[in-house]
Nanobody, 119 residues
Framework: QLQASGGGLVQAGESLRLSCTVSGRTFSSYHMGWFRQAPGKEREFKAAITGSGSSTYYADSVKGRFTISRDNAKNTGYLQMNSLKPEDTGVYYC??????????????WGQGTLVTVSS
């Protein structure tokens, strides 16, 4: 089970940190990622990190602004979002996958947390 949290309403330029806590699984065995679904649009890949944390991947739209990380001892992954823009608005979902990392990952999904960025 994946539990995402940390969303909220912020102004453009501000920061948020999302968390994703995983229970019932060996967390380090799973690659982890974050996707965003904007209103009326499909879910879109934003960032991913390998199970060991040694490699990270980002969508071009968030490179240099978002940082994905994980603490395997706490079974928790994070997405630090800086310099937020109104176009970052949407529901953010965390995902865990034992094999795939990146745009095609998607074995286990969390329930999503809403991020709203006002201009």
């Amino acid at each position: 089970q994946l539990q995402a949290s940390g969303g909220g309403l912020v102004q453009a330029g501000e920061s948020l940190r999302l968390s994703c806590t995983v229970s019932g699984r060996t967390f380090s065995s799973y690659h982890m990622g974050w996707f965003r679904q904007a209103p009326g649009k499909e879910r879109e890949f934003k960032a991913a990190i390998t199970g060991s944390g040694s490699s990270t991947y980002y969508a071009d739209s968030v490179k240099g602004r978002f940082t994905i990380s994980r603490d395997n001892a706490k079974n928790t992954g994070y997405l630090q979002m800086n310099s937020l823009k109104p176009e970052d608005t949407g529901v953010y979902y965390c995902v865990a996958d034992p094999l795939r990392v990146g745009v095609n990952m998607g074995t286990y999904w969390g329930q999503g947390t809403l991020v709203t960025v006002s201009s």
